[in-house]
């Protein structure tokens, strides 16, 4: 029983609203073997207390203790319940492996519950990067290039891990997914693209392109939806600027047509997608005259394109101060 709660307490060491919502004690129960014994954890300064019991602990071999365990487990469930309202509407899948198959190779990812991150990892490499068009030291070069821009992932520690055929990095922030995060006023779409230019910004000044701009891959912190910020997700696709990409890869979104210039994905290219992911969700909302110039401004198709990420971040819709002191975007660095 001891190792089970010692393995509740890493499975619930890092706190926060993502996971938990606004509740003050966490409501939990450890088993091993024919044991089993109900905790609750308590919130403490953006960790967890150790797991501290609130029951006897039950041995479910034996006919009272049965009874015993059955009687605290709806006690349990009216713990559950008092708390409610507090839990988060949209619950990150922590301490859960999400899978997700590509031609030939196989991405996961993790949301940590010993640490404020999350483990992404690619296997086999070689068949993902042959695929994609990408070159593992390039993409450690773009992560170190960018650790101290805000509107995009970072990486922990030393980046990205090649170990044999497994790829992996461990990145924060921790954000709410774009699926959870709609939006219903002009403001909170200028919030997103105000975000997410700047990390744009920040992948072109490296000499690169994102290449695989779309609604699943933006995300924000969390917030009221007057104060969301927002980043940008998936840097593994990412590759140097102004080249052709690998004939197999071509991501869901591009134009036939109009996404390349010349057979190049080009920065403008990335400004064109943007434009495309954003628009079923911004052109409800968006009503100002400045707002709809923006919009187009960014649809306009990448061989006409005469703006910059860094020339729309001046635009007077955004309201940006300027990339070094602009507090709108997310994913600063060091942010959890």
């Known amino acids: 029983m001891e190792m089970a709660v010692e393995d509740l307490r890493k499975k619930t060491a890092v706190w926060t609203p993502l996971y938990y919502g606004d509740i003050e004690y966490l409501p939990c129960f450890a088993a091993a073997g024919r044991e089993l014994q109900f905790y609750a954890i308590a919130h403490a300064r953006g960790m967890t207390a150790a797991p501290r019991a609130i029951s006897p602990r039950y041995d479910l071999a034996d006919a009272a203790d049965r009874a015993r365990a059955v009687m605290a487990t709806i006690k349990f469930y009216q713990l559950l319940r008092a708390q409610q309202a507090r839990y988060p509407a949209d619950v990150l899948p922590a301490g859960t492996v999400m899978l997700a198959q590509g031609p030939g190779f196989s991405r996961e990812l993790l949301f940590r519950t010993d640490k404020l991150a999350v483990r992404k990892r690619v296997s086999p490499w070689s068949t993902f990067a042959s695929w994609c068009g990408v070159d593992f030291t390039r993409l450690q070069e773009l992560y170190r290039a960018t650790a101290q821009r805000q509107g995009l992932v970072h990486a922990l520690k030393d980046g990205p891990i090649l170990k044999g055929s497994v790829y992996s990095v461990d990145i924060i922030p921790v954000g709410l997914s774009s699926s959870n995060a709609l939006l219903t006023t002009e403001d909170e779409a200028r919030q997103l693209l105000h975000g997410l230019l700047h990390g744009l910004a920040a992948i072109h000044a490296a000499g690169f392109v994102h290449r695989d701009l779309r609604w699943d891959n933006f995300a924000c912190c969390p917030g009221s939806p007057s104060s969301r910020r927002w980043f940008l997700l998936d840097l593994e696709t990412c590759a140097p600027a102004d080249q052709p990409p690998s004939p197999a890869f071509e991501p869901v979104g591009w134009q036939s047509g109009t996404t390349l210039v010349d057979g190049c ?67 600063r660095p060091g942010e959890l």
């Open 265 to 331: 994905y080009t920065r403008a290219s990335d400004l064109f997608q943007l434009g495309l992911a954003v628009q079923p969700h911004c052109e409800q909302v968006v009503a100002s005259a400045t707002g709809r110039a923006f919009l187009t401004a960014i649809l306009t198709p990448p061989a006409s394109q005469k703006r910059s990420a860094e020339q729309l971040l001046a635009d007077d819709w955004l309201l940006c101060e300027g990339p070094s002191i602009c507090r709108v975007a997310g994913a």
